[in-house]
């Protein structure tokens, strides 16, 4: 009897979760873009002559924010695209910007130095105001394509057994694989030379690790926790950590982790399978992520050393990044992971920049090589690639209004995208969506659109692989009817 009771006070608070998930999450998500708009405003000593457009920025930004908030909450949208891009545009951008403004020393460390004028960060603030209310507009014209809360289903496909354990050493098999492979010859290390190999293995063998092994633990990971398999869902989540792990090492990648947990994440939040237990979970790698985040940089650096060997720093002091010198402070590693997200930061960067784009570009061909090279000043001998972020990318392919259009145009391709899979018929349909999801975040943070279409391949690819493994057994079960959120 005690027992019926916990179940059902646990049923409910379940409950109660996944009616607080999606659509309220993205609520939330805006009030950072309000919030900070108003406090970068506010700076009234850092801006003095440009007080005014300031504020009328920041009240620009209040606008639209709540008119975001109107339309999410009128529409109910259940839509894991749009809060990852209004989280995205708190963090990296407005997050991002109030943190340049609160710190009058703030630096972004390169050949060229970039030092936070109130020109540049004028102009980054009229961008981003710019570029989130054209997608508030846009969002508001295209009701269409919202994701309507309804009753799901997610097939419990018969993988737990011989096919289950056969998935999960070939998985097993791949990350021993790729490891060996990425410690011998160095590919795709963050921060460092690119690696060239015969018959594009280097890119092989990185889309696998990025987007291949994340996709089939994800099947794996619904398939034990549809069928409320524990002993295989805990087994799955321990093969991931030790991926999230090696990737980290292999690659000095400090968001290994953070990536890992935001697909397990949204996973559930697509499928409405969210408890507070895993996201107390999620919170705990969060935590652990900001711990070991200086560790990992001083990894890097001594990794990396020789990206910087005779460059110039210009008498500019060095913070640790290149020399291998970084404080190893708990806090200052959860700071750091603010901080280190591409965003403003890099838009500054193109903002302030004197470089002639139109000119430049045109002989660079590529605006991630012209960002890199031309803006912040790294040899072209070093063949190594900065993120312009997103809006920075836009920003010097075509100026402010490409900028502004591109981001709009994003966001209702991305909308359109996860309505179409999430509508669909695919058994698989929850992993594509994640898998999606994770790549926009990729996308509006780095910016890196010269690798989009092999990115793009690579998913359809995944979804087909995933697909045929969730159909396995389409003819052995009755599909399990669960509640979800889209």
Known sequence: MASNRKSAQRSKTSKILQRLTISTLSQIAVLPIICCGLLVALNLKYFERDIVEALLLSVLSFVSGASMVFLVRRRNDQSIALLTFLSVFSVAYYLGLFRIVANPEWILLAPIPVVATVDGVMAVFRLITYCFTASVASYSIVPILRVRPRYCFVEATNLIGKNFGFLLVFVLSLIVVTSLVMMKTGIAVMGGESVELPFRLAGIIFYTRAIVIPGILLVLITTADTKKEKVSMVLVCLVYVVFSFTDTILRASRGSLIYGIMNVGLLCLSTGRLYWSRVYMALTVVLVSGLVWPVVTEYRALRTRSLYAGIDLKGIEDTGKLAGTVNINPVEGINMVVDRITGSNSLLATATSRADLEYELFLDGSVTRFYTNRV??????????????????????????????????ILILCLAVEKYIIESRLRARHVIRVLCCVEMIR????????????????????????????RSDMFSNKPYILRANG
């Open 376 to 409: 912040l000043g790294f040899p072209v001998r070093n063949i190594h690639s900065s993120s312009p972020s997103m809006i920075g990318w836009l920003y010097i392919a075509g100026g402010a209004c490409s900028a502004v259009v591109g981001v709009s145009i």
């Open 443 to 470: 996308l509006l943070t780095g910016g890196v659109f010269e690798a989009l279409p092999e990115r793009v391949l690579t998913i359809i690819a995944v979804a087909i692989i995933c697909e045929t493994i969730m």
